[in-house]
C-alpha cells in the first residue's frame, strides 16, 4: 500500500473510536494524514482536553469535531442534560442577537475541551411536526425563521474561532423517517425544495459558513441515491456558491450501511462531490459492536477508497481536491477568536421560551411525581433522557411507560397518583392521533386538572400545558419555575 496514497486519503477521513484514550490504530492513522475524529459521548468521560492535546501533538492540523447543539443533543453534557438553550427554544424567542450568543457559548465549550468544529447548527426546516430526528432540534417551521437564525448561530461559532458545520443539506425537516434506521424519501417539488428548505443553507453561506453536512435522505428527483452520494444535489450545493468543507452524515447509518456499506457509501460519497467522511459513531451497533468496531470502520472506509483510486472507479484529483478543502478549514480554524457581541444568558432565553397554556394550578417547591411517557426519538437525540424527569420532580417520584403500549392497569396507577399528590405527565409529543397526548387524555379524565409539560413542539390540546422545547436540563429548570409562577 503506497504510504503516499494511504495519506492522501486518510486525509478525507473522519472517524469515530473507542474509549478516552488515543488507540494504537488511530494515532498511527494520525501519523498517516488523518483528517482528525469526531468524539462522540463515550469519549468525554475523563479528561478531554488532554486527550484533544494529544492528538493535536500527534497531528496539528487534526480537526477535532463534536455534536453540540445545545437543547436535547450534547456530548459535553450527556450526563446531566444541555445547560445551553437548543435550537427550538431560541426560534420561539426570535432573537438573533440571543442566538449568536448561544453559538458563540457553544463554540467556547467546545473549544475548552480542545475540539475545533461544531457540528451545528441545524439548518433544516421542520415542516412536518412527526418528523422524528429534526423536531427541536431545528430553529422552526419556517424558511425566514430558520435561515436568520441559522446564519446567528454560524456567526457566533465562527466568532469563537472554530469552524461551524451547517445540517442536513439539503433539508431534513419534511420526513418521518430516521436516517439511523432507513432512508428517508421526501415527496416534495423541487420548487417546494428550493423555497421551504434551501434558504436557510444560503443564509448560512453567506454567513461564511465552513462545512456543511449531507443528508441521508432520497428524492425521485435525484433518483434512488440518497443526497449525501448524489452528485445531482451535491452540484447544486456548489452551484449555488458554497466552496466550503461538505461533510457527510455518518456512513454507519442504515441509510448508508445498508445500501452501500461504509466502504461502498465512502466511495460513492466522494465521487458525489463530500469532502470530508463522518464515518460515525462505533458504539451504535449495540449489543453487536466488536472490540475492534472502530478499527474496522475505518479501515472499511480507507481501503475501499484506495482500490477505488486504483482501479479507475475514483478519480484521484476528486480526493485530491477534498483533501485541500479539509486542510483549508483546519488552517482556518487556527485563529484568535472575536470577543462576542452579546451577553449570554442561558436561563433567561429558557425562561422567554416557556409558553404556558390555560390557567396554572398553585404548585410548591415539593417533591412533585412525574409520569413520563416519553421514550427515545433516534440513536441521535435521546429525547427521553432521565436528566428532564429528574430536574421537574425535585427528589419526587418519576413513573415512566411507553405511552403506546400502555395497560389499564398503568394508567389507573398513574391516575391514582396524580389526583392524590402534586404532579405533572411529562411528554414531548401532543399532535393529535398520537399515543402520548391520548394517554394524557385519558389521565385527564380521570383528573381534569392534571399538568402536561411539554419538551417537545408545540402542540395546542386540552388542558394546562407547559411548553419548553427542548430535552434538557436547562429547558426543564425553565418549565419548574413556570409552574412556580417564577
Keep these: 500500500m503506497s504510504d503516499e496514497l494511504t495519506r492522501l486519503v486518510n ?10 484514550e488515543v488507540p494504537t490504530w488511530l ?14 459521548a463515550q469519549n468525554l468521560v475523563g479528561d478531554t482536553a488532554a486527550l484533544s492535546a494529544s492528538i493535536h501533538d500527534r497531528s496539528p492540523r487534526a480537526l477535532i469535531g463534536i455534536d453540540e447543539e445545545g437543547g436535547s443533543v450534547t456530548r459535553l453534557e450527556t450526563q446531566g442534560g444541555s445547560t445551553v438553550p437548543g435550537a427550538a427554544q431560541l426560534g420561539v424567542v426570535d432573537d438573533v442577537t440571543a442566538t449568536e450568543a448561544t453559538g458563540y457559548e457553544i463554540a467556547r465549550r467546545v473549544d475548552a475541551v480542545g475540539a475545533d ?12 411536526p412527526r418528523n422524528p430526528v429534526i423536531g ?9 425563521l430558520v435561515s436568520r437564525h441559522a446564519a446567528a448561530a454560524v456567526r457566533g461559532i465562527q466568532r469563537a474561532g472554530l469552524a461551524a458545520c451547517a445540517k442536513h443539506y439539503p433539508g431534513h425537516g419534511d420526513t418521518r423517517t430516521d436516517s439511523h434506521h432507513d432512508l428517508p424519501v421526501l415527496t416534495l417539488t423541487q420548487r417546494e425544495i428550493d423555497e421551504q428548505h434551501l434558504p436557510p443553507f444560503a443564509a448560512a453561506v453567506q454567513a461564511g459558513v465552513r462545512s456543511i453536512m449531507t443528508a441521508h435522505i432520497g428524492s425521485p428527483l435525484w433518483g434512488d ?3 449525501t452520494l448524489s452528485p445531482t444535489v451535491l452540484g ?3 452551484a449555488d456558491g458554497f466552496d466550503g468543507v461538505i461533510v457527510s452524515d455518518a456512513l454507519d447509518m442504515a441509510a448508508i450501511r445498508e445500501r452501500a456499506g461504509i466502504g461502498g457509501g ?12 463522518c464515518i460515525g459513531n462505533p458504539t451504535n451497533p449495540g449489543a453487536a459492536m466488536l472490540p475492534d468496531q472502530d478499527e474496522r470502520d475505518y479501515r472499511s472506509a480507507r481501503d475501499a477508497i484506495i482500490a477505488a483510486i486504483r482501479n479507475g472507479e475514483l478519480a484521484r484529483e476528486r480526493v485530491e481536491e477534498a483533501a485541500r478543502r479539509v486542510a ?13 457581541e452579546a451577553v449570554f444568558d442561558a436561563d433567561s432565553i429558557a425562561d422567554r421560551a416557556v409558553r404556558v397554556q390555560g390557567e396554572l394550578p398553585a404548585f410548591t417547591d415539593e417533591p412533585t411525581t412525574v409520569i413520563d411517557l416519553r421514550t427515545p426519538s433516534s440513536l441521535a437525540v435521546d429525547s427521553a433522557a432521565d436528566h428532564v424527569a429528574r430536574v421537574l420532580a425535585v427528589g419526587g417520584e418519576i413513573v415512566r411507560f411507553d405511552a403506546s403500549s400502555a395497560t389499564r392497569s398503568q394508567l389507573a396507577d398513574a391516575a391514582g397518583r396524580v389526583i392524590a399528590r402534586q404532579s405533572v405527565v411529562l411528554v414531548d409529543r401532543l399532535d393529535v392521533g398520537c399515543a402520548q397526548r391520548a394517554v394524557l387524555d385519558a389521565l385527564r379524565a380521570a383528573a381534569p386538572g392534571v399538568v402536561a409539560v411539554n419538551v417537545g413542539l408545540f402542540a395546542e390540546s386540552d388542558g394546562v400545558v407547559v411548553s419548553s422545547p427542548a430535552a434538557s436540563a436547562l429547558a426543564a429548570r425553565a418549565a419548574r419555575r413556570a409552574l412556580r409562577g417564577r
Design 328 to 340: 483549508s478549514m483546519a488552517d482556518a480554524v487556527r485563529r484568535r477568536p472575536e470577543p462576542p
Design 266 to 277: 465512502a466511495v460513492q460519497a466522494l465521487a458525489a462531490g463530500v469532502d470530508l467522511l
Design 27 to 40: 494515532g498511527i492513522a494520525l501519523d498517516e494524514g488523518l483528517a482528525g475524529v469526531v468524539y462522540f
Design 136 to 144: 427541536v432540534r431545528s430553529f422552526g417551521d419556517s424558511a425566514d
Design 11 to 20: 486525509g478525507v477521513l473522519w472517524p469515530g473510536f473507542l474509549g478516552s
Design 117 to 128: 468544529v461544531v457540528l451545528g447548527p441545524v439548518a433544516d426546516v421542520n415542516s412536518d
Design 236 to 238: 447544486r450545493l456548489r
Design 225 to 227: 441515491a440518497p443526497a
